[in-house]
């Protein structure tokens, strides 16, 4: 069975509550090849308060955490536009709820699926609500512990949800000292259940790192311009990178579809025979002189004199004939007792 990644890119804020910019991104997520655009669906008043700070403080950005989720809120017709033009490019529709309601909401346009963020891994209310719709859930584990992981994919799993689990690091960008690609092995062994990588790294190397290792899923977030004043642009792929990425990701599969064996290697026997070596002589010799290892020289192609691998086995054989510099040496040239 070829391999295939699921590959997910992440939206999440980057349309900074512009629906026009959020169907922009799908496009150029259609064009880069991903499978799937995903979508953070901010509900403020089910989802936060006045007493919710903000994780990164976004420079010029007036009033609380609370206006700045009401910012990001589309109305639900709003929504099942995003997801029939995902739908009409080839993507899946993705998204994150981070209420009930955001539940609500996203089993009622029909998606697929739903993707928990790791903020929510004790959020049992939303488990229970989301294993009603006996959909697959993608699990993050950024700021998760084993204890809440085994907690959380025991409780979906006792419920007939299908699970899948994602190695996350919660920083922003995350350095390379972080990334924590030995988890996604620790996952697979713990659970046996899918595994994969979501980045905020900010490059390409991390995620192909992933892939390498045998990531299923790939998450990333896009941005048009990492120098725009969002809270993820710094962890961000722009377009450019994603296409790198996705390319990348297309030719690591390719190569893990196809193991070479090294003692196969029919296909390259002229050029063994082209660059192996002859055993020759760097100066002329006479007839009955003792062949030392200072007479010797190695030259191209093989099979015009003894194989230079030999060349310890006719070491102090006397020869039979003349021979000239640099005339390839054969057994003929050799007395054996």
């Given at each position: 069975?070829?391999?295939?990644?699921?590959?997910?890119?992440?939206?999440?804020?980057?349309?900074?509550?512009?629906?026009?910019?959020?169907?922009?991104?799908?496009?150029?997520?259609?064009?880069?090849?991903?499978?799937?655009?995903?979508?953070?669906?901010?509900?403020?008043?089910?989802?936060?308060?006045?007493?919710?700070?903000?994780?990164?403080?976004?420079?010029?950005?007036?009033?609380?955490?609370?206006?700045?989720?009401?910012?990001?809120?589309?109305?639900?017709?709003?929504?099942?536009?995003?997801?029939?033009?995902?739908?009409?490019?080839?993507?899946?529709?993705?998204?994150?709820?981070?209420?009930?309601?955001?539940?609500?909401?996203?089993?009622?346009?029909?998606?697929?699926?739903?993707?928990?963020?790791?903020?929510?891994?004790?959020?049992?209310?939303?488990?229970?609500?989301?294993?009603?719709?006996?959909?697959?859930?993608?699990?993050?584990?950024?700021?998760?512990?084993?204890?809440?992981?085994?907690?959380?994919?025991?409780?979906?799993?006792?419920?007939?949800?299908?699970?899948?689990?994602?190695?996350?690091?919660?920083?922003?960008?995350?350095?390379?000292?972080?990334?924590?690609?030995?988890?996604?092995?620790?996952?697979?062994?713990?659970?046996?259940?899918?595994?994969?990588?979501?980045?905020?790294?900010?490059?390409?190397?991390?995620?192909?790192?992933?892939?390498?290792?045998?990531?299923?899923?790939?998450?990333?977030?896009?941005?048009?311009?990492?120098?725009?004043?969002?809270?993820?642009?710094?962890?961000?792929?722009?377009?450019?990178?994603?296409?790198?990425?996705?390319?990348?990701?297309?030719?690591?599969?390719?190569?893990?579809?196809?193991?070479?064996?090294k003692d196969k290697h029919g296909a390259f026997s002229r050029l063994k025979s082209l660059f192996g070596?002859?055993?020759?002589?760097?100066?002329?010799?006479?007839?009955?002189?003792?062949?030392?290892?200072?007479?010797?020289?190695?030259?191209?192609?093989?099979?015009?004199?003894?194989?230079?691998?030999?060349?310890?086995?006719?070491?102090?054989?006397?020869?039979?004939?003349?021979?000239?510099?640099?005339?390839?040496?054969?057994?003929?040239?050799?007395?054996?007792?």
């Open positions: 069975m070829k391999r295939h990644t699921y590959i997910i890119g992440e939206i999440g804020q980057a349309h900074e509550g512009s629906i026009t910019l959020a169907h922009s991104y799908i496009d150029a997520l259609a064009r880069a090849g991903a499978n799937a655009a995903k979508f953070q669906v901010h509900i403020a008043d089910a989802e936060s308060s006045v007493y919710e700070d903000f994780r990164v403080k976004i420079p010029y950005q007036n009033g609380s955490r609370f206006d700045y989720w009401k910012k990001m809120e589309f109305t639900l017709a709003e929504w099942e536009e995003l997801k029939k033009h995902c739908e009409t490019v080839g993507l899946d529709f993705l998204a994150s709820p981070f209420s009930l309601a955001a539940v609500d909401l996203l089993n009622e346009i029909g998606v697929s699926g739903f993707k928990v963020g790791s903020g929510e891994v004790d959020n049992l209310p939303m488990f229970d609500k989301i294993s009603a719709s006996g959909k697959p859930v993608m699990l993050s584990s950024g700021m998760s512990s084993w204890a809440e992981l085994d907690h959380a994919v025991a409780f979906l799993q006792s419920r007939g949800v299908i699970v899948s689990l994602l190695q996350c690091t919660t920083a922003y960008p995350t350095k390379p000292q972080q990334w924590g690609l030995n988890v996604m092995k620790e996952m697979s062994e713990r659970y046996h259940i899918p595994v994969g990588f979501s980045d905020h790294s900010g490059d390409i190397f991390a995620p192909l790192a992933a892939v390498a290792l045998g990531a299923r899923i790939l998450e990333f977030h896009i941005t048009f311009d990492k120098r725009i004043a969002n809270p993820d642009a710094s962890s961000s792929l722009n377009v450019r990178q994603a296409t790198t990425l996705i390319a990348g990701v297309r030719r690591i599969e390719t190569a893990l579809d196809f193991p070479v064996d070596k002859s055993l020759a002589v760097n100066r002329d010799l006479r007839s009955g002189e003792k062949i030392q290892c200072h007479h010797l020289e190695t030259k191209k192609p093989a099979g015009f004199g003894l194989p230079a691998s030999r060349y310890r086995e006719i070491l102090g054989k006397t020869l039979t004939r003349d021979i000239s510099q640099w005339e390839f040496l054969t057994e003929a040239h050799l007395r054996h007792a």
